[in-house]
């Protein structure tokens, strides 16, 4: 049984633990939070003489309307990006997974090299993937050329807006798919072999097994993996800058290349950016809410 | 009948290293290009004219891309050199090395600090207000980065960090989700030994300093590859608030040196491999972490 005077004194150290990380969180995290709130009600832009006003909605209606923002396409682009990579990434990583759990020997060789892309900057990978796509001399072009025979060739891939997009797409696959293999990997280990081994006396073919028992047994590791990715999608940001400015023509624009062209450098809309951000988190939001329904509830307060 | 099953077998091997090798070329291939056309000595920008120039670009164009030819050397990396220092007016390679090392190593040590002693108080103590803190680390580690990034701009006018080391430290020091790992793992961990050294009288911050840490090897280093990780590549943030090139960080030198015409595709590469070096032989070294750290941010189960 402690005493009352330990028990202040317990309150005293714990609260000297918490605050430098509270302190830093509420400074940095919790205010600037609720600022972007208040600061998208106002027209509020760095450097200007002029005092800021409360506009309302203003800057909401005008990043939808105004087609010199173009927000909508950077939405949209958002939007395709996850429908496309998020499946395509996720079938990936499933396959690589499934490949890499089998008993074969040099078989952590391969883990590694599939996790190394992960462990390489971001910046890094668009730059190297910029020479890929260099045209008309560049890797992509050469190995296009091969396999159609020369129909198709000296492909502008970064510069033409029908394909900018789908070459950012494909160098982010490479780059994510290595960690979602480690995460299915982690989930295939967890299932019980007499699951296997049960199916496998009833006779039951490799494709009937990953469809009756691996499937389901990753039903939570899939959703997991599928909102994170989502998540991810739209929090697209260095390959698109670094490559190609959110160009050709808004091609490979996003929701977050539009917040730091409005909200910084020169033009400083701080205002209209922050409506950007609110609208960037209220999406974010919604997925972490879709996945807090359908995972069971692991952050319990104990 | 058991022949045909082992021969099915052997069929089912080799077809899993067929697909197995194909893979590895996928993930590995741009990386060796990068290595490849950095050690290869010329630059297409600096004289057009010269014939080991176009040899590079010719390269790029077919399966030499990924061979050595016949003048590799590290004339790349001096010229990347020779572009960065001080004569030449531009921030030297090593300022800018030393910028990204001192950004990432004091978020990674006051991070683990900062963030762990407060896991270990809401995981262990009972305390005034700690059931309303721990919902909070909870609620806001879906707050992405850039959901705060245009306010936190606007802060950093404010405060005075705006274009400076603290800028780019002080706001990534707290994580939320750094506090939440750092929180499961202390919830975990069985609680005998403590209770002695608190009946012996230590203190709290002793037992967590003596007891608690050397136990935590795993997590500590689990955080620390994962705030590494994310704070070596950031882009966003010293995009938005650096304009001192002196101050500039890695992804961003290299983003702005990438941003130059004419493209000085060779000195580029060498620029980067001397960037990803660092991390390539952290994964290398510390393996076993890369992989723990990716499965620990994701689910149980």
Same mark, same amino acid.
């Given at each position: 049984?402690?005493?009352?005077?330990?028990?202040?004194?317990?309150?005293?150290?714990?609260?000297?633990?918490?605050?430098?990380?509270?302190?830093?969180?509420?400074?940095?995290?919790?205010?600037?939070?609720?600022?972007?709130?208040?600061?998208?009600?106002?027209?509020? +832009?760095?450097?200007?003489?002029?005092?800021?006003? #409360?506009?309302?909605?203003?800057?909401?209606?005008?990043?939808?309307?105004?087609?010199?923002?173009?927000?909508?396409?950077?939405?949209?682009?958002?939007?395709?990006?996850?429908?496309?990579?998020?499946?395509?990434?996720?079938?990936?990583?499933?396959?690589?997974?499934?490949?890499?759990?089998?008993?074969?020997?040099?078989?952590?060789?391969?883990?590694? #090299?599939?996790?190394?892309?992960?462990? !390489?900057?971001?910046?890094?990978?668009?730059?190297?993937?910029?020479?890929?796509?260099?045209?008309?001399?560049?890797?992509?072009?050469?190995?296009?050329?091969?396999?159609?025979?020369?129909?198709?060739?000296?492909?502008?891939?970064?510069?033409?807006?029908?394909?900018?997009?789908?070459?950012?797409?494909?160098?982010?696959?490479?780059?994510?798919?290595?960690?979602?293999?480690?995460?299915?990997?982690?989930?295939?280990?967890?299932?019980?072999?007499?699951?296997?081994?049960?199916?496998?006396?009833?006779?039951?073919?490799?494709?009937?097994?990953?469809?009756?028992?691996?499937?389901?047994?990753?039903?939570?590791?899939? #959703?997991?993996?599928?909102?994170?990715?989502?998540?991810?999608?739209?929090?697209?940001?260095?390959?698109?800058?670094?490559?190609?400015?959110?160009?050709?023509?808004?091609?490979?624009? !996003?929701?977050?290349? +539009?917040?730091?062209?409005?909200?910084?450098?020169?033009?400083?809309?701080?205002?209209?950016?922050?409506?950007?951000?609110?609208?960037?988190?209220?999406?974010?939001?919604?997925?972490?809410?879709?996945?807090? +329904?359908?995972?069971?509830?692991?952050?319990?307060?104990? | 009948?058991?022949?045909?099953?082992?021969?099915?077998?052997?069929?089912?091997?080799?077809?899993?290293?067929?697909?197995?090798?194909?893979?590895?070329?996928?993930?590995?291939?741009?990386?060796?290009?990068?290595?490849?056309?950095?050690?290869?000595?010329?630059?297409?920008?600096?004289?057009?004219?010269?014939?080991?120039?176009?040899?590079?670009?010719?390269?790029?164009?077919?399966?030499?891309?990924?061979?050595?030819?016949?003048?590799?050397?590290?004339?790349?990396?001096?010229?990347?050199?020779?572009?960065?220092?001080?004569?030449?007016?531009?921030?030297? *390679?090593?300022?800018?090395?030393?910028?990204?090392?001192?950004?990432?190593?004091?978020?990674?040590?006051?991070?683990?600090?900062?963030?762990?002693?407060?896991?270990?108080?809401?995981?262990?103590?009972?305390?005034?207000?700690?059931?309303?803190?721990?919902?909070?680390?909870?609620?806001?580690?879906?707050?992405?980065?850039?959901?705060?990034?245009?306010?936190?701009?606007?802060?950093?006018?404010?405060?005075?960090?705006?274009?400076?080391?603290?800028?780019?430290?002080?706001? *990534?020091?707290?994580?939320?989700?750094?506090?939440?790992?750092?929180?499961?793992?202390?919830?975990?961990?069985?609680?005998?030994?403590?209770?002695?050294?608190?009946?012996?009288?230590?203190?709290?911050?002793?037992?967590?300093?003596?007891?608690?840490?050397?136990?935590?090897?795993?997590?500590?280093?689990?955080?620390?590859?994962?705030?590494?990780?994310?704070?070596?590549?950031?882009?966003?943030?010293?995009?938005?608030?650096?304009?001192?090139?002196?101050?500039?960080?890695?992804?961003?030198?290299?983003?702005?040196?990438?941003?130059?015409?004419?493209?000085?595709?060779?000195?580029?590469?060498?620029?980067?491999?001397?960037?990803?070096?660092?991390?390539?032989?952290? *994964?290398?070294?510390?393996?076993?972490?890369?992989?723990?750290?990716?499965?620990?941010?994701?689910?149980?189960?």
């Amino acid at each position: 049984m402690e005493s009352k005077s330990a028990k202040q004194a317990d309150n005293i150290t714990a609260w000297l633990m918490s605050a430098p990380a509270v302190i830093l969180l509420t400074i940095f995290l919790i205010v600037p939070f609720l600022m972007a709130f208040g600061l998208s009600f106002t027209n509020l +832009k760095l450097n200007s003489p002029l005092p800021t006003q #409360i506009v309302g909605f203003d800057n909401y209606l005008r990043i939808f309307s105004d087609e010199t923002i173009n927000f909508p396409r950077a939405l949209l682009n958002n939007f395709l990006f996850a429908l496309v990579v998020v499946p395509v990434q996720t079938s990936l990583a499933l396959g690589m997974a499934i490949l890499v759990n089998r008993k074969l020997p040099f078989i952590n060789v391969f883990r590694t #090299i599939y996790f190394v892309p992960v462990a !390489t900057v971001m910046v890094v990978v668009a730059v190297i993937w910029s020479l890929i796509y260099n045209s008309p001399d560049g890797l992509m072009n050469a190995f296009v050329s091969t396999v159609t025979f020369g129909a198709i060739k000296e492909v502008a891939w970064l510069d033409n807006p029908s394909t900018a997009f789908a070459s950012i797409m494909l160098l982010s696959i490479w780059q994510g798919a290595g960690y979602q293999m480690l995460i299915f990997l982690a989930g295939l280990q967890g299932i019980p072999l007499e699951l296997y081994e049960a199916a496998d006396m009833d006779g039951a073919t490799p494709w009937q097994q990953f469809v009756k028992v691996t499937l389901p047994q990753l039903r939570n590791t899939t #959703i997991f993996v599928v909102i994170t990715t989502t998540i991810l999608s739209f929090q697209l940001f260095d390959q698109n800058w670094v490559m190609t400015r959110g160009g050709p023509q808004d091609s490979t624009t !996003t929701m977050v290349v +539009k917040m730091v062209e409005q909200g910084t450098g020169s033009l400083g809309w701080i205002g209209r950016a922050s409506a950007i951000s609110v609208v960037f988190f209220l999406i974010v939001f919604s997925i972490s809410l879709i996945q807090r +329904k359908l995972l069971p509830e692991e952050r319990a307060v104990n | 009948m058991k022949d045909s099953l082992s021969t099915r077998k052997l069929i089912g091997n080799i077809a899993s290293y067929a697909v197995l090798l194909a893979l590895a070329f996928f993930f590995t291939f741009p990386l060796v290009f990068m290595f490849m056309t950095a050690f290869k000595n010329n630059d297409i920008g600096s004289d057009p004219e010269a014939p080991s120039e176009i040899q590079l670009m010719r390269d790029v164009n077919s399966a030499s891309a990924f061979v050595p030819n016949n003048n590799m050397g590290v004339d790349q990396f001096k010229d990347v050199f020779g572009r960065f220092n001080e004569e030449s007016g531009n921030t030297p *390679f090593w300022r800018i090395f030393f910028n990204s090392s001192l950004v990432v190593a004091i978020i990674v040590i006051l991070g683990l600090i900062v963030n762990s002693s407060f896991a270990y108080a809401i995981a262990r103590m009972r305390f005034w207000g700690r059931s309303a803190l721990i919902t909070l680390v909870v609620s806001i580690i879906i707050v992405p980065f850039q959901a705060v990034a245009i306010p936190m701009l606007l802060l950093a006018y404010k405060l005075g960090l705006q274009n400076s080391y603290q800028g780019l430290i002080i706001p *990534f020091i707290a994580h939320a989700f750094s506090v939440y790992l750092f929180y499961q793992f202390f919830v975990a961990l069985p609680k005998e030994l403590e209770e002695a050294a608190f009946v012996d009288g230590a203190t709290r911050f002793r037992i967590y300093w003596n007891i608690v840490l050397p136990l935590s090897g795993p997590v500590f280093a689990t955080v620390a590859v994962l705030q590494f990780l994310a704070q070596w590549g950031n882009l966003l943030w010293p995009v938005m608030t650096l304009q001192d090139p002196k101050l500039f960080t890695l992804p961003l030198a290299m983003q702005s040196f990438f941003g130059q015409a004419p493209r000085q595709w060779g000195d580029i590469m060498a620029f980067t491999v001397m960037a990803t070096t660092p991390t390539l032989l952290l *994964f290398l070294f510390f393996q076993r972490w890369f992989v723990r750290s990716a499965v620990s941010s994701g689910v149980k189960g």
